[in-house]
């Protein structure tokens, strides 16, 4: 298995290829007036977020299921949200 901090490796969420459409959702979302609405209606259209909708209706929060999902793939969770705002 690759090293997952690997810029060059395409499956690491911080590889520069898939920051694009990485940065443009959290940009929607952030300037949404209702952030959780426009996060179940991206779901409608994502099946691969469906599992994450399932946690938010389980009662877990999004800070929670997003530092799970960090935690699982070895991601910093603070260095991947300096890399979205484009920091």
Request: with cysteine; net charge positive; proline share 11%.
């Amino acid at each position: 298995m690759g090293n997952p901090f690997n810029t060059l490796n395409p499956n690491n969420p911080m590889n520069a290829n898939n920051m694009a459409p990485i940065r443009g959702a959290y940009q929607m979302l952030k300037n949404s007036p209702n952030p959780m609405a426009m996060f179940r209606q991206m779901a409608i259209n994502n099946p691969r977020l469906q599992p994450i909708v399932n946690m938010l209706n389980q009662g877990q929060s999004p800070q929670q299921i997003f530092n799970s999902l960090c935690q699982q793939r070895g991601i910093n969770p603070q260095e991947f949200l300096k890399q979205i705002a484009g920091q």
